[in-house]
């Protein structure tokens, strides 16, 4: 479990898990975070972070003046957003 200040996320371990096909709805999403950065530059910083941890580009809305955002995906296959609030 990681806690920070009043925030707690805990995992659970299973033997077996399929990879979602998130979009499609044939194995549906287990888990989704939406992880906010204050600016562009702190969204480039985390978006490079991403990738050499491993993550996969999904999806690219960083042309969106109002809200740009990454989609990726994690190793196991979990979708997961990065975008400027």
């Not at 480039?44 to 050499?52: I, T």
């Not at 990454?70 to 609030?85: L, M, S």
């Amino acid at each position: 479990m990681t806690e920070v200040g009043n925030r707690k996320l805990a995992f659970q371990r299973v033997d077996h898990l399929k990879r979602t096909t998130w979009p499609s709805p044939d194995v549906p999403m287990q888990l989704h975070l939406d992880l906010t950065v204050p600016d562009r530059a702190s969204l480039e910083h985390h978006h490079s972070r991403a990738l050499e941890l491993g993550a996969e580009l999904c999806f690219d809305r960083t042309n969106d003046p109002d809200e740009p955002l990454y989609v990726y995906a994690d190793p196991a296959g979990h979708p997961f957003c990065i975008f400027v609030a």
